[in-house]
């Protein structure tokens, strides 16, 4: 059983701390993989690990057998040298001049705060929420399937929020059982993984510490096993065992084990090059004991896998020495190897604590100054100082329509009763019109067990934990200070975009009520989802179908509790333009007397995902030099233009942006609010359909106004400025552009002309196809627009008899093929489309509505 106040007092002492999450693609074994550990904490008994799926607390996880939100466990071991070389033991030196840790005698807890996340990529809002609170991870792969792509995205991710990876590969029991392997094939298969993970570290990963988060099995911080029956080692284990054997020192041993290291048993001698005589060190020492163990226990007599076992020393009940087969197998493999010691040893040794992990973290976490006292206390990791408390999602508790915060306390103690400032997404430190800010009191502090919790008086920093009573004022993220000048901690960044959306009614009008305080709960728990309210119309925008699907039936059945009315999936268009304004657009305001000249083009290439990810915008808040450089150097501007750019929208930071190009207009910064007011309206509704705007650059060529400021207020010159960019967009060649997912479809090579065709009549762009060394599977990646995935799933399904597995992510966007102002092509009937589900006129506007004449 779990020793809650053991656990507790072990908060205390952050260096033995480890905030980490469990990442990786779909289906690689991530939850089984955590059984091990819960079981090893007392949480769930040995005999249910692999097969109780802990993590999956809610009932369409256990129905579909996949992960859908990430569940924060907190689990407390005792350690002691068998299991793990702690990293702050004293150094003794070796023979050949490194360092390196000796073991502890005495016991130390070890508190793990353990996030499982989902694996779809649907579901990727979750793992970027999960990361924002752990300071490690670990990459789970499967070693028959590889690096996937979604492996590659969620560890973008962590190395994005400076997280520190270890890799598990996961599932050996199918490398040895179903494909067959020979030992070499199996070292090879591992070791193309551990290679493919490495570039995409060394691809990704930045800061100073980005030269340590390279993984080698000699290093320990990959281990091998198979989740499902409970095994698992790394290389430190045998090393152990061999150098006692052979009087060598385990840190020479453990380097011999890996790599192009062999040995000669004729010779008894070691070399690194291969001949006949001599086998891999790896394959002879680690693979071959561990092969020999699995076929013995599964297909020999019980009592020849005994005894082998019991001369290791390992030790059986009198009812574990009836089993037979796979069961025995799985008794034999658990005992000698449990996986829970070789996760807990790369965990402790190779994971930092808090206290080391926010000396690098805060600065790109905090936004203020990173020598005001919040920042400071946060890179000491001071449970005594400022309290500074980063809110990453909400999850809903046993209180119907309420919400527990799952939270990160990066400095100071957060209990019970105290006084914060719950501080916004869009709280701005010295403003007087702050709406984002709540003064309140914390009503209670939780540790997170999974599906359960448990109160507690107080957590101190470099913890995760819950806390219940803040969700009326916290929409989905926030901050809790008791710092009064404190700034907020960084807004997260997701993967994903919600490019499908899907319109909800009630069946019965009068329920229309508890469908609006539905959405508003929805919301609230899921970190990505987005409800809107447009044209009469409830919207529900998601990441994918199967995203939108369990958000849907948590609103029917959760949160509004009453019959819904579903309409088709549809997709999320934008609007841009192709070429520049063939004319300087006129528009005059209503009074007349004040008069706005526009163009629009469209950004250069690359320019709209520069913005999109906030890089750029700082720059020129920051720097406006650098940021002249850059845009002058890299996409051509006018360095003139530069300095002029009043703004980027819609909201302020979207891909569209405004730039001041006229000369010599008095007073023209007069207007300029009203101006980037009617530019975020403009942006947010284009001409075509009212949707968001992209890629577009409006310049304001000229204006004239009348000196009399009552003549010239925003009431005048909004709507005149929003008239001006619409018509500029007309005279610019307008387009639609559509989200295109990268679709990744992993299939045996005998279904891959299935699923081709398929991809080729679906508008699908194949980039690439693999031929997997050693598996008899195959992927393919291939560009889809998003229009086309909806049902692809079942149909891949279908024409591969079941055998092919798609994963989509969001790419890019891409100009639509078609002339939308032309009502008989492709791109015109969309436009149709979406104007008549939107209530509007059905034709687009003629140029003459917007532009006027002198």
């Known amino acids: 059983m779990v020793n809650f106040d053991k656990m507790r007092q072990a908060m205390n002492n952050q260096e033995y701390v480890r905030n980490m999450a469990v990442i990786a693609h779909?289906?690689?074994?991530?939850?089984?993989?955590?059984?091990?550990?819960?079981?090893?904490?007392?949480?769930?008994?040995?005999?249910?690990?692999?097969?109780?799926?802990?993590?999956?607390?809610?009932?369409?996880?256990?129905?579909?057998?996949?992960?859908?939100?990430?569940?924060?466990?907190?689990?407390?071991?005792?350690?002691?040298?068998?299991?793990t070389k702690m990293p702050d033991a004293k150094t003794i030196q070796t023979s050949e001049d490194e360092s390196v840790p000796e073991a502890r005698t005495d016991k130390t807890s070890l508190v793990v705060n353990l996030i499982d996340s989902p694996g779809h990529v649907d579901?990727?809002?979750?793992?970027?929420?999960?990361?924002?609170?752990?300071?490690?991870?670990?990459?789970?792969?499967?070693?028959?399937?590889?690096?996937?792509?979604?492996?590659?995205?969620?560890?973008?991710?962590?190395?994005?929020?400076?997280?520190?990876?270890?890799?598990?590969?996961?599932?050996?029991?199918?490398?040895?059982?179903?494909?067959?392997?020979?030992?070499?094939?199996?070292?090879?298969?591992v070791s193309r993984i551990v290679e493919s993970v490495n570039v995409i570290l060394a691809t990704y990963s930045v800061g100073e510490e980005s030269d340590d988060v390279f993984l080698d099995p000699a290093k320990s911080n990959v281990s091998f096993g198979s989740g499902l029956h409970g095994w698992g080692f790394n290389l430190n284990q045998f090393a152990r065992m061999y150098s006692e054997k052979f009087k060598i020192k385990e840190e020479r041993m453990i380097r011999r084990l890996w790599g192009e290291n062999f040995y000669s048993p004729d010779d008894k001698k070691w070399c690194k090059n291969a001949d006949d005589k001599s086998t891999r060190g790896f394959n002879k020492f680690v693979l071959e004991p561990v092969i020999q163990m699995l076929k013995t226990s599964k297909d020999d007599t019980n009592e020849s896998a005994i005894n082998m076992a019991e001369k290791l020393g390992v030790s059986f009940s009198a009812q574990e020495k009836t089993l037979t087969g796979k069961q025995l197998m799985r008794c034999v493999m658990k005992k000698w190897l449990p996986a829970s010691d070789a996760m807990l040893h790369m965990i402790a040794q190779h994971l930092p604590s808090p206290v080391k992990a926010q000396t690098y973290r805060t600065e790109i976490l905090y936004e203020g100054p990173q020598d005001d006292p919040v920042a400071l206390a946060m890179k000491r990791c001071d449970p005594s100082g400022p309290l500074m408390v980063y809110v990453s999602k909400m999850v809903p508790s046993s209180d119907k329509g309420r919400f527990y915060a799952i939270a990160r306390v990066f400095s100071g103690t957060i209990g019970t009763g105290m006084k914060v400032r719950i501080m916004g997404p869009d709280f701005q430190p010295g403003s007087k019109l702050n709406t984002d800010l709540f003064i309140k009191n914390i009503q209670r502090t939780l540790i997170m067990i999974g599906g359960s919790v448990m109160p507690v008086d107080d957590v101190p920093a470099g913890n995760i934990c819950g806390i219940v009573g803040i969700d009326k004022f916290l929409y989905k993220t926030g901050t809790i200070t008791t710092y009064e000048n404190a700034h907020n901690l960084k807004v997260m960044k997701f993967s994903v975009s919600p490019v499908v959306r899907v319109a909800v009614d009630v069946v019965n009008p009068a329920h229309l009520p508890k469908l609006v305080e539905g959405m508003r709960k929805l919301s609230k728990a899921d970190p990505l989802v987005q409800c809107l309210e447009d044209g009469g119309q409830h919207l529900i925008l998601g990441a994918g179908e199967l995203h939108l699907d369990v958000c849907l039936n948590d609103l029917e059945e959760e949160y509004a509790c009453v019959p819904l009315k579903r309409s088709k999936p549809l997709v999320s268009y934008r609007e841009t333009v192709t070429d520049q304004s063939d004319r300087v657009c006129l528009a005059k305001s209503s009074n007349k007397l004040c008069r706005l000249f526009m163009t629009a083009e469209p950004l250069p290439d690359g320019l709209s995902e520069k913005i999109e990810e906030g890089v750029f915008k700082k720059q020129f808040q920051e720097d406006a030099k650098a940021s002249t450089r850059y845009l002058v150097d890299n996409f051509g501007f006018d360095s003139n233009h530069t300095k002029k750019i009043w703004c980027f929208g819609p909201n302020g930071s979207g891909p569209n942006m405004l730039v001041d190009v006229s000369k010599g207009v008095q007073n023209l910064l007069d207007i300029k609010d009203s101006v980037v007011a009617g530019f975020q309206w403009a942006s947010s509704e284009g001409v075509l359909t009212e949707s968001n705007v992209r890629g577009v650059r409006f310049n304001l060529q000229d204006a004239y106004f009348k000196g009399d400021q009552s003549h010239r207020g925003g009431g005048q010159i909004i709507p005149a400025t929003r008239r001006a960019m619409l018509a500029s967009m007309l005279t610019a060649k307008p387009r639609l552009i559509e989200p295109v997912y990268l679709v990744e479809i992993m299939c045996p090579k005998d279904c891959?002309?299935?699923?081709?065709?398929?991809?080729?009549?679906?508008?699908?762009?194949?980039?690439?196809?693999?031929?997997?060394?050693?598996?008899?599977?195959?992927?393919?990646?291939?560009?889809?627009?998003?229009?086309?995935?909806?049902?692809?799933?079942?149909?891949?399904r279908g024409d591969t008899g079941g055998q092919a597995f798609p994963q989509f992510i969001f790419d890019h966007w891409q100009l639509l093929p078609g002339d939308p102002l032309d009502a008989t092509s492709k791109a015109g009937e969309i436009v149709a489309d979406i104007r008549k589900r939107k209530g509007l006129v059905e034709k687009i506007p003629a140029l003459e509505n917007f532009f006027d004449k002198l």
């Open 26 to 83: 779909v289906d690689h074994g991530k939850t089984t993989l955590t059984d091990a550990l819960l079981a090893r904490a007392g949480i769930i008994s040995l005999e249910q690990a692999g097969d109780k799926k802990a993590t999956h607390t809610r009932k369409d996880e256990q129905l579909k057998g996949i992960t859908i939100k990430s569940t924060t466990v907190t689990m407390c071991f005792e350690m002691d040298d068998l299991c």
């Open 123 to 189: 579901f990727s809002s979750e793992v970027t929420a999960a990361l924002r609170i752990a300071d490690g991870a670990m990459v789970v792969v499967d070693c028959v399937e590889g690096v996937c792509v979604q492996t590659e995205t969620v560890l973008r991710q962590a190395l994005a929020e400076r997280i520190k990876p270890v890799l598990m590969i996961n599932k050996l029991d199918r490398a040895v059982f179903e494909l067959q392997l020979t030992p070499e094939e199996i070292y090879q298969s």
């Open 752 to 796: 891959l002309g299935a699923a081709v065709n398929l991809l080729s009549r679906k508008r699908g762009e194949i980039v690439e196809q693999v031929l997997l060394e050693g598996s008899p599977m195959s992927t393919i990646k291939a560009y889809m627009p998003v229009n086309e995935s909806f049902g692809f799933n079942g149909e891949l």
